[in-house]
């Protein structure tokens, strides 16, 4: 295992036949596609990867180091999924019972059916709340998850599925929050059982100051911005307009550290690419760090479950403009159309603006990449994380061949 610092300001260890990808990863950076970045990979139970490297500002004054965290989005979402397999392995939770079993506020409106896979795989019929609100009431658990309980389901729960981009959230994490012996909130329940550095609301300033800000990546058009929302899909991505996606005076609202203060589990997740790898590792297998072995966090029946696909072929996402979405049971996004990272077999979540972090059972292989510079123009996969799969396929492919 090697060690590496130089002129982009990379830092981290490369297993040998790993170098490619480390190449690639600098290759990034100096192409201008990242800014600042961290990328993680485990193969086979180790951590062949863990580099960070470029900068947390546009004027390069301010180095992305190891310790440096990030908003990550919706690569927030995996984390969700691997919150109640947890739940679902200690038979806390059960994928197909309804909701009002752990949660009897939740049955009310024609909603006591509804399951929690349902939840999960954006199936439920609740991408929104119909109420407008502001970011201060999203920043009020009780009062989110109380208007959720009172909400009637904007389509038949189960007909379809329409991408429950905040609402998942504060769903699942009520959920993991009822169910947990110790009534630790979501954000707790994670750094206690899943990672303690990946974070669902930050109150410690230390850790604050941690934070890369994020950037907007110049661009000439932005296609998502000119197509013309229908109401449901920006009820959805907005959160009932809380959280405009584009801001009149270019800020963007995901640098506050007041938003990161709250918990807001689908969307404001803070952390660095170690921590996502890691928690994929563990979802996997065993793992082994520092002579110590890490037992895996479920068992292979409860991935199995997770991870099995319950969106029709061919099923458009009401929430993203028709694109042909595909959700597991358990919440992770698997291959599919949308999310065709390396082969069958995937599941994991990306992220607004570039982040993306997966398992891949089949070379056991868990990877994940954050970055603070936005480039909302992608979809699905974008230009950063596609080179650095193509070097990773490559490595691994060699080592099928050995």
Request: hydrophobic share 40%; proline share 5%; aromatic share 10%.
């Amino acid at each position: 295992m090697s060690s590496t610092v130089n002129d982009n300001n990379v830092h981290g260890i490369v297993a040998p036949a790993w170098e490619s990808v480390r190449a690639i990863f600098e290759q990034n950076l100096v192409d201008g596609l990242d800014l600042g970045a961290s990328l993680c990979v485990y193969h086979r139970g180790q951590c062949v990867i863990d580099l960070s490297g470029g900068w947390k500002d546009k004027e390069k004054t301010k180095s992305y180091t190891p310790e440096t965290l990030q908003v990550v989005y919706s690569t927030s979402k995996g984390v969700i999924a691997a919150a109640v397999a947890l739940c679902v392995d200690r038979g806390w939770l059960d994928y197909d019972a309804p909701v009002a079993k752990y949660w009897p506020e939740f049955a009310d409106n024609g909603k006591e059916d509804i399951t929690v896979a349902e939840v999960l795989s954006h199936r439920a019929g609740l991408p929104y709340v119909d109420h407008q609100l502001t970011a201060d009431d999203v920043y009020n658990w009780s009062n989110i998850t109380s208007l959720l309980a009172a909400e009637k389901p904007h389509w038949v729960p189960g007909s379809a599925h329409g991408y429950h981009a905040h609402t998942l959230g504060f769903l699942a994490g009520e959920l993991v929050h009822r169910v947990d012996p110790k009534k630790r909130s979501y954000g707790q329940f994670v750094r206690g059982e899943l990672d303690d550095g990946f974070y669902v609301g930050v109150s410690d300033d230390k850790i604050e100051a941690r934070v890369a800000p994020l950037i907007k990546k110049p661009v000439n058009t932005n296609i998502v911005a000119a197509q013309p929302m229908p109401p449901l899909v920006e009820k959805a991505l907005t959160f009932s307009g809380a959280f405009p996606l584009n801001q009149p005076d270019g800020k963007i609202l995901f640098n506050s550290a007041r938003l990161h203060r709250a918990e807001m589990p689908a969307t404001n997740g803070i952390t660095n690419a170690r921590s996502l790898a890691r928690i994929y590792a563990l979802l996997i297998g065993d793992i082994g760090e520092n002579g110590i072995t890490k037992k895996r966090l479920v068992d292979e029946e409860t991935l199995a479950r997770a991870t099995t696909n319950v969106t029709p072929i061919g099923e458009p996402d009401q929430n993203s403009y028709g694109l042909k979405t595909t959700f597991a049971k358990g919440g992770f996004q698997i291959y599919g159309e949308f999310f065709n990272a390396l082969g069958e077999g995937i599941f994991g979540h990306t992220g607004r603006g570039g982040s993306c972090a997966f398992g891949y059972p089949p070379h056991k292989l868990a990877y994940a990449h954050v970055c603070n510079q936005l480039d909302t123009t992608a979809f699905a996969i974008d230009q950063r994380t596609l080179r650095l799969l193509e070097a990773i396929k490559n490595v691994i492919i060699n080592f099928d061949a050995s």
